[in-house]
């Protein structure tokens, strides 16, 4: 009966370990990606891959990053406005 305790218990260290692992990770990516990508061109490429994945809404956010960084970028507007249109 203690083994079986014992696994239960071993399980669930493992899984907040990993759960913790994964959100710390997810943080410093988010962070890293707000404050690394600078040039429009990255900043597309790095949209369109979340694109991909499914995630429009990390796209629309980076893209509006872009936008304060560069305002007047005519493919950054045209891929937030097409991405907001059809969310």
Known sequence: MTNGIEM???GVI???VLGGTYALGN???RRR????????EE????ANIYVKY?????AIDLLEHGLEINPSHAELQA?????????
Request: charged residues 15%; hydrophobic residues 45%; without cysteine.
């Open 8 to 10: 239960i218990a071993i």
């Open 14 to 16: 493992v899984a907040v």
């Open 27 to 29: 943080y410093f990516s």
């Open 33 to 40: 990606v707000e404050s690394t990508f600078t040039e429009p």
């Open 43 to 46: 900043i597309l490429t790095a």
């Open 54 to 58: 499914g995630r429009t809404q990390s």
């Open 79 to 87: 891929m937030l406005a097409e991405l907001t249109k059809n969310p």
